[in-house]
């Protein structure tokens, strides 16, 4: 059965501090890695991943992913209230179907 | 708005009843999915179609549940005799998939806003 183990589960921060969210998956037929925020409605897209060691940036979030050790980070720096949410990681594999993890509930205090 | 969309937003019932969700997916995307949340933890895939056709059911998706996308456009999921268990929030996503069935890669899945079920 396909397995994607985020950690921490919940975290808190202050504003300004810099954060690293872990994700590890066991698959079969492992296609993309993807991570999503989720504020308490429709999770919203960040990230796909399909390459070992490429990584990706948008503004303050950045992401990469080791095929060999099975595993994705999401880093966020200079953190901002507004990045409170849970952030999902999901694993595709063949079929289409999304596996996701639990999630981590990140909380940023002022 | 071109999100995905989904109606209702909320429901509440009482167990036993029947419930039906509605989703309507990005115009042009071929492929709808249909997800369940339950509080703290990730979405669970349920089933998906591209255009019409269903092309995979979890084994989540029990007797009582069955889903439909008739015109390959809007999908909806009906919920028969529902239980307390089947409390959850129902998510549809929809993505863009070349050609018909797998592929070797995913396509991005973007989620609507949720329909919040409550069984009393």
């Known amino acids: 059965e396909d397995k994607v183990v985020q950690s921490p589960l919940s975290l808190v921060v202050h504003e300004g501090d810099t954060v690293t969210l872990n994700c590890s998956y066991e698959?079969?037929?492992?296609?993309?890695l993807l991570w999503y925020k989720q504020e308490k409605k429709a999770p919203t897209f960040l990230f796909m991943l399909?390459?070992?060691?490429i990584e990706k940036k948008s503004g303050r979030l950045s992401s990469i992913l080791d095929k060999k050790e099975l595993f994705s980070i999401l880093n966020i720096t200079a953190t901002q209230t507004g990045d409170s949410a849970v952030y999902l990681c999901?694993?595709?594999?063949?079929?289409?179907?999304?596996?996701f993890g639990e999630g981590t509930q990140l909380t940023v205090n002022p | 708005d071109t999100g995905v969309s989904q109606d209702p937003r909320h429901k509440i019932t009482k167990r036993g009843q029947n419930v039906t969700f509605r989703c309507d997916p990005i115009?042009?995307?071929?492929?709808l999915y249909w997800y369940r949340q339950t509080l703290g933890q990730g979405p669970e895939f349920l089933t998906y179609?591209?255009?019409?056709?269903?092309?995979?059911k979890s084994r989540l998706l029990s007797d009582r549940f069955s889903a439909e996308r008739p015109k390959g456009s809007f999908s909806t999921l009906e919920i028969q005799r529902t239980e307390q268990g089947d409390s959850a929030m129902y998510l549809c996503?929809?993505?863009?998939?070349?050609?018909?069935?797998?592929?070797?890669?995913?396509?991005?899945?973007?989620f609507g806003p949720g329909t919040r079920l409550l069984v009393l």
């Open positions: 179609f591209q255009n019409e056709a269903q092309l995979e």
């Open positions: 115009s042009e995307h071929n492929r």
């Open positions: 698959v079969t037929n492992f296609r993309s």
């Open positions: 399909t390459s070992s060691g």
């Open positions: 999901a694993v595709g594999t063949s079929g289409s179907r999304l596996t």
């Open positions: 996503a929809s993505s863009l998939a070349a050609g018909i069935g797998t592929s070797g890669r995913t396509e991005t899945q973007y």
